[in-house]
């Protein structure tokens, strides 16, 4: 199993949109509508922001959103705050019950 | 609110056996369609899935570690453990614990997660 593959990083000004891919195999994300994102500030804990590929938790705001198409999960940030900036995880049922997680994208707000 | 603090050394000489707990607090591992799980991030590197171990003692371990993973549940002090032996450097990572929300086909994601404990392996 080799790790979903993630843009190293990502960047854009405050109040734009940005867009992170996470592209797998079709024995993981494009087997299953289980893609689930997570935000993780320096030092920190990573923090569950979408499930199943497009459901938010309560209390995330809703200028984050995900997809999926084939292969490729995306999750979008749309109106780019300071507080965005940060390391984003992807991460997908693979089968055979094992979890996989993406390379990481860190995110910068210039 | 679900609470998860792991425990344990913070160094572990190489060759010997690495060995956490995680304490769960406002919730029962016992309870419902909860996977209990083991993620690691080696020190500026991405997160490792380890492994996960269901209430009625079901275990699920990454291909890349099975063979030196053991994961385990106690009920009764309502906490989980890792073990992981024959360590070298590269296991070196902060460790953290989670629950993972999993139905076969409709749910898979880590809902909850302790703060991370950082483990060296150094002699």
């Known amino acids: 199993q080799s790790a979903l593959t993630q843009p190293a990083s990502v960047s854009g000004s405050p109040g734009q949109s940005i867009t992170i891919s996470c592209t797998g195999t079709?024995?993981?994300?494009?087997?299953?509508?289980?893609v689930s994102w997570y935000q993780q500030h320096p030092g920190k804990a990573p923090k569950l922001m979408i499930y199943?590929?497009?459901k938010r938790p309560s209390g995330v705001s809703n200028r984050f959103s995900g997809s999926k198409s084939g292969n490729r999960a995306s999750l979008t940030i749309s109106g780019l705050q300071a507080e965005d900036e940060a390391d984003y995880y992807c991460?997908?049922?693979?089968?055979?019950?094992?979890?996989?997680f993406g390379t990481g994208t860190k995110v910068t707000v210039l | 609110q679900v609470q998860l603090q792991e425990s344990g050394p913070g160094l572990v000489k190489p060759s010997e056996t690495l060995s956490l707990t995680c304490t769960v607090s406002?919730?029962?591992?016992?309870?419902?369609?909860?996977?209990w799980s083991w993620i690691r991030q080696p020190p500026g590197k991405g997160l490792e899935w380890i492994g996960n171990?269901?209430?009625?003692?079901?275990?699920n371990y990454a291909p890349s570690l099975k063979s030196r993973v053991t994961i385990s549940v106690d009920t009764s002090k309502n906490h989980f453990s890792l073990r992981l032996s024959s360590v070298t450097a590269a296991d070196t990572a902060v460790y953290y614990c989670?629950?993972?929300?999993?139905?076969?086909?409709?749910?898979?994601?880590?809902?909850?997660w302790g703060q991370g404990t950082l483990v060296t392996v150094s002699s």
């Open positions: 199943e590929v497009s």
């Open positions: 079709s024995s993981d994300v494009g087997s299953y509508n289980l």
């Open positions: 991460c997908s049922y693979a089968g055979s019950s094992t979890s996989l």
């Open positions: 989670a629950r993972l929300s999993w139905e076969y086909s409709s749910s898979h994601h880590f809902d909850y």
């Open positions: 171990m269901y209430h009625s003692g079901s275990t």
């Open positions: 406002g919730g029962s591992v016992s309870s419902g369609s909860y996977y």
